[in-house]
Structures are given as C-alpha cells and as structure tokens.
C-alpha cells in the first residue's frame, strides 16, 4: 500500500468549513466516507441546499501534494453538480459519489496533477450509468489552508463522447 495523506485536525475543520459556507451547510446534506484509502483519504460532502441543484465536494483530495509545475497548483478538491431532483441516497448519487473518490486518486496513481482545463475519462460504470464519457475541470475557488496553502476547488464537468 502506498503511504496515505491526511488532513490533520485543523485542517479538516478549515476546508470543511469552506465547504460549508461556499457551497452549503452540513445539516442539508450528508457525507459518503470511504471505507478504504489509498493515496489519499477522501470523503465527500453531498450538499443539498433546497430549490439548487445537489453539489458534491470532496474533502480530503487537497492534503497530498501533486507533481503539478507550481506550488499553487498542487493541493485541488473536486466538486460536481447534478439535478436538484437527485435524492442524496440514491443509488445514483452513491455512483457520482464513488467516481469522485476515483478521480480523486489519479494524480497520485499516475503521478500528474488535475487543473483547469485539464479532461480525463470517466470509468466504465459512470459511462454505463450515466452516459457521459469523459470529465472537464474548470476553477470554481480556492482556499488556503494552514501547512498546506492553497487550495483550488475544480468543477468536474461530465461531457459525453460527441462533445470531446
């Protein structure tokens, strides 16, 4: 097993805060733990603040360093967005879930690093469920975190297969 990163305790708490105030609050939503870590252990905050659609934000991603070019850009969590109509204990949204936490150990996998305007392909079983074929990242925000520095939240965007 590769060594696993952590957020310590303070920083758990500044990034889940950020969360909370950028992208919803804790008590309209739900968090998907991982069960098994590698690289990284990444949880996600599923938000679903009412009458918007439901936001999915990793946390956890941001405490390893990638092998990116500058020191800004090598700490990022993921976010996506699905229908407001989406029940948060679906199936479905266990899927969209589970393929961030994914996405959330390539960089390391493949010793890269994930920034704006960077694609990569889905997994097959988001292919299948879903129908779209691979992901767009775009900056979204950023915070700075003590002994990390900065963190950029990136917009996983799904694109289907005719749109690449």
């Not at 060594?3 to 708490?13: A, C, F, G, K, M």
């Not at 990793?58 to 989406?86: I, Q, W, Y």
């Not at 979204?140 to 996983?156: A, C, M, Q, S, W």
Request: charged share 25%.
């Amino acid at each position: 097993m590769k060594s696993l990163t952590l957020y310590n305790p303070v920083q758990l708490e500044q990034i889940q805060e950020f969360i909370y105030d950028t992208f919803g609050g804790e008590e309209d939503g739900l968090i998907a733990h991982e069960l098994t870590s590698e690289y990284v252990h990444t949880d996600v905050q599923i938000v679903a603040p009412e009458g918007r659609s439901r936001t999915f934000v990793t946390f956890g991603m941001g405490a390893r360093e990638m092998n990116a070019p500058h020191p800004d850009l090598c700490h990022v969590e993921l976010v996506m967005c699905a229908s407001k109509d989406l029940d948060i204990y679906s199936e479905d949204a266990m899927k969209i879930a589970n393929e961030l936490v994914s996405l959330s150990k390539f960089p390391y996998r493949k010793n890269t690093w994930l920034h704006h305007g960077h694609t990569i392909d889905a997994s097959d079983a988001f292919k299948e469920a879903f129908g779209f074929d691979a992901f767009a990242f775009i900056s979204v925000d950023f915070t700075k975190i003590d002994g990390i520095g900065e963190v950029n939240f990136l917009l996983t965007i799904p694109i289907h297969k005719e749109e690449r």
